[in-house]
């Protein structure tokens, strides 16, 4: 892009020609105390909670302490050029942030403002980032599923549409990945997705983006990243900031889907917030509104009801334990929060089942109603032979004399936890999860080596394709296997299961 | 950082008496001439407030200032209290405390007007008129001169500020400019 000199004068002249000269009328206060990402302002009498208030060279600051004679600011710049002594302005406005489908494929701080150098916004919407959660009447049950493309969450730990499933688990044990392919996994649906990075490293940010815009999920996603050299207030406000996005399409009767990546981070700019503005510590010097912190956040996501256009806002907030310790403060206090867990244990992780699921310890209140019919026919066992399966490897370890009923359980629960293993960056759509759930939980795979079951998983997917698209079709319509469909499947899994045989040379 | 929780306590206490006895007047004056040599000579301040001397020196001093300044008996006890209580430091905190407290009684306030150049007389009238309608209190007003707001005038009333300076207008279509190109 040019811009020859002369246009810009031009430019410059419509606006002085423009400008309107007001006389400014506004309330203002002094800076008594600065450091740290806090001032304490003296003055601005009137000014109200979560005001904004505006800094010398624009900085603005959030009053969050209104005490007697100060007023407490956690603010949202560079604390470094700040004075004790500068004038404080009041805004007027609560904090907001812009919203709307302008957000889209952007990538902005936990403010609102850009950060990927792609120009100004344009958004035409702002909402305040601390908006109360919709009541009883305005919220019907969860009942339609979100899917995650995950085979193990969508089959055992289903995730409906206005549900907060919490993803749990130590470091580096891929949360962030089971989190990026639920964003990947939303192509072919109608759902916006909101990524809030809390505290992370920016090169961790910027894989992130970049495996989402590579696979294409960039266009309905926006990232709202609040870095670990952001100030803490900031890295606080970025979750409600992205909650604020992520209610802009709940109301406007569309669905969104929200990542939280990591509410512990954010738990800790918090704590850092609340001491040093002295409000007493609690438990591991926890302010004591921290649960109300999370709750008041997670809340926001939810099904509204008919009348209010039946938008949803699913919530996957990430919880990062060290060492697996579940029972610490903050897991404990978000566990009990949300609508159920998927749990993710490094030993998994390490013997090679990734995602690394703990199908024992994950769990989803709500249940089968965020399940389509066919996909409880397939998966309606697979918990139970699961967890059978895991008491009687742990028993058969100790001898090599098995019945035959103890053996072919053995054998199937191999084959399960064989096919719930999933590479990263290929979620799969409900159809497929079926397709092969059906071949597992129905014995299918009973006769195959569990080395070639990836393998016959892909060529699987081929295969109907190209010879019984009509399945995948039957099951997108119906959402139900019925007599005649499941007929279908048999008839197509034998034949595929002889051809796949034959090629490997397999008796 | 200000100690404004303390200054209120004892104005308060101060406003109390004075509302008795009916002498606001001499009590503003008194104090505001206090507050003054505090702040314009820093010997007197650090004579009644350096921990250094002892206290009954301290208190000396101060019997000897309020002699000389012929202050009545109960503003003299007041200071002495403060110097007794290792308050005297607060002194000018107090002060401005006070006068906004017997403001607040006689529905005023102070006000401030900078402007580049001297302003003429019915000039003055008509921004403290316009403050006074934005106020609804009676206004005390101050003039100053600060060439570098450039023209215009910036008036103050507490935390309201009323700002049409050149200098504010100039800082605000530089941000308008920086913010569309």
């Known amino acids: ?150 085979k193990a969450v969508d089959a055992m730990t289903p995730v409906g549409r206005g549900q907060r499933e919490l993803v749990i688990g130590d470091r580096q044990i891929g949360k962030t990945a089971l989190c990026v392919d639920a964003i990947i996994a939303q192509k072919y649906t109608d759902v916006h997705c909101i990524y809030v990075a809390i505290g992370q490293k920016k090169s961790t940010v910027a894989l992130v983006v970049e495996a989402l815009r590579k696979h294409g ?43 939280y990546d990591d509410l512990s981070k954010q738990a800790v700019s918090y704590r850092e917030l609340s001491l040093l503005l002295r409000r007493p510590p609690g438990r591991e010097a926890y302010p004591g509104d921290i649960f109300f912190n999370h709750s008041r956040l997670l809340e926001r996501s939810c099904k509204l009801n008919d009348e209010l256009g039946a938008g949803s806002l699913t919530a996957l907030p990430i919880i990062e334990t060290q060492a697996g310790d579940v029972s610490a403060f903050i897991p404990t206090n978000v566990i009990s929060i949300t609508d159920g867990q998927v749990y993710l244990e490094p030993n998994l992780f390490f013997a090679g089942v990734r995602p690394a699921i703990n199908v024992g310890l994950s769990v989803s209140r709500v249940g089968g109603a965020a399940q389509v019919k066919a996909m409880k026919q397939v998966a309606g066992t697979l918990r139970l032979d699961l967890a059978q399966y895991r008491e009687l490897a742990a028993f058969a370890g100790f001898g090599s004399d098995l019945d035959a009923a103890t053996q072919a359980q053995l054998t199937r629960g191999a084959r399960l936890v064989e096919i719930l293993k999933q590479p990263q960056y290929r979620p799969l759509p409900m159809e497929k999860q079926i397709c092969i759930l059906f071949a597992g939980t129905r014995g299918y795979l009973d006769t195959l080596p569990i080395d070639t079951l990836a393998e016959y998983e892909q060529q699987l997917y081929a295969h109907i394709e190209k010879n019984q698209p009509s399945i995948y079709d039957d099951l997108k319509e119906k959402q139900a296997i019925d007599a005649a469909l499941e007929e279908k499947i048999r008839t197509t899994l034998q034949a595929f299961g002889e051809s796949f045989k034959a090629a490997k040379g397999l008796k | 950082m200000k100690n404004t929780v303390l200054a209120k306590r004892y104005a308060k206490a101060l406003f109390a008496v004075g509302k008795e006895g009916n002498s606001f007047a001499d009590f503003t004056k008194t104090l505001n001439e206090m507050a003054e040599l505090f702040v314009g000579m820093p010997e007197v301040a650090d004579a009644l407030t350096n921990p250094l001397y002892p206290v009954e020196a301290r208190e ?60 003429t007389p019915e000039l003055t009238a008509k921004v403290k008129a316009t403050l006074e309608k934005i106020t609804g209190k009676q206004v005390v007003l101050t003039a100053q001169v600060d060439p570098s707001i450039i023209g215009g005038i910036v008036a103050k009333v507490g935390d309201l500020v009323l700002d049409g300076s050149i200098k504010s207008q100039l800082a605000g279509l530089k941000e308008s400019i920086k913010g569309s190109v």
């Open chain 2, 60 to 119: 000396k001093v101060m019997e000897h200032l309020l002699a000389s300044m012929q202050v009545s008996q109960v503003l003299g006890n007041f200071f002495k209290l403060l110097v007794q209580k290792k308050r005297a430091n607060i002194l000018p905190a107090i002060a401005t405390v006070f006068q906004a407290m017997v403001d607040a009684d006689n529905n005023m306030c102070q006000g401030t007007v900078v402007s580049a150049m001297e302003l």
């Open chain 1, 217 to 259: 999920a960039m266009e309905y996603t926006t990232v709202v990243a609040a870095c670990a050299s952001d100030p803490a207030p900031m890295q606080y406000v970025a979750a409600f900031a992205g909650c604020a996005m992520g209610e802009y399409f709940r109301d406007n009767g569309q669905h969104a889907l929200i990542i």
């Open chain 1, 1 to 150: 892009m040019q811009i020859k000199a002369e246009e810009i004068s031009q430019i410059i002249k419509g606006q002085i020609k423009d400008y309107e000269s007001k006389v400014d009328l506004s309330e203002t206060g002094t800076v008594i105390s600065v450091g740290d990402g806090i001032a304490r302002v003296y003055g601005v009498e009137k000014c109200m909670a979560m005001e904004l208030l505006e800094f010398p060279s624009g900085i603005l600051g959030i009053a969050l302490n209104l005490e007697a004679d100060n007023v407490g600011c956690a603010l949202l710049g560079d604390v470094r050029k700040i004075k004790e002594g500068d004038t404080v302005k009041r805004t007027g406005r609560i904090a907001e942030v812009p919203v709307g489908p302008e957000m889209e494929g952007r990538v902005v701080d936990g403010v609102g403002n850009p950060i990927d150098g792609q120009g100004s916004l344009n958004a035409k919407h702002s909402s305040k980032i601390e908006v109360v959660a919709p009541g009883v009447i305005a919220r019907k049950s969860v009942h339609e599923p979100c899917y995650t493309g995950a």
